[in-house]
């Protein structure tokens, strides 16, 4: 069986889609599944390529034993589209930045997270609103339905 990829997507790949590419990470390890599902994230802008995580969102996946240790900012590429099996934004605004960089998404591979809850909406952005707990308990919640979804759709 081919592993199942995943990247998450947000506007500079500092706050919110690394904290779900962590939060992921660590509900597919306790799923026992680290070995059939790899996940990234990626920025749709230029602004904070290189930089780590954000303090806050740094400090609030350590609040929940989640590191992200390493993680630096990059930014999602057109070759992106064709390696990955999931591409998951955490707003609407991201995809429509998304699709000036991948030109389309013809194979219906672009989602946003809260899409595959009955909550589906934006997840604000906690560079804004400050709210990082709000942020954690979104992603979170997105993340148990992206894999419930993974796990019925692509694992059977």
């Known amino acids: 069986m081919k592993k199942i990829k995943v990247l998450f997507i ?3 790949n500092i706050c919110r ?6 939060i992921f990470k660590d509900m597919v390890k306790k799923a026992g599944l680290d070995g059939e ?3 990234a994230s990626a920025a749709t802008s230029r ?9 806050k969102a740094k400090r609030k996946l350590k609040e929940n034993g989640i590191s992200c240790e390493g993680k630096r900012a990059i930014q999602i590429t057109i070759d992106d589209y064709k ?20 030109g389309g998404d013809k194979d219906n591979k672009v989602y946003r997270l809260l ?9 604000d ?3 804004y609103s400050g709210n990082f707990d ?12 992206l894999l419930e979804h993974i796990v019925s759709n692509d694992m059977n």
């Open 47 to 55: 602004e904070e390529i290189g930089n780590p995580v954000y303090p």
């Open 134 to 145: 709000i942020t954690y308990d979104e992603i979170c919640e997105g993340s148990r339905a």
């Open 37 to 39: 599902i790899y996940v």
């Open 125 to 127: 952005d906690p560079w």
């Open 17 to 22: 889609s690394p904290m779900a590419e962590f």
């Open 115 to 123: 899409d595959f809850t009955d909550n589906k909406k934006d997840i």
């Open 10 to 12: 947000c506007h500079g």
């Open 83 to 102: 390696n990955y099996d999931y591409i998951v934004a955490m707003e609407q605004y991201n995809i429509r930045n998304m699709m000036k960089i991948i």
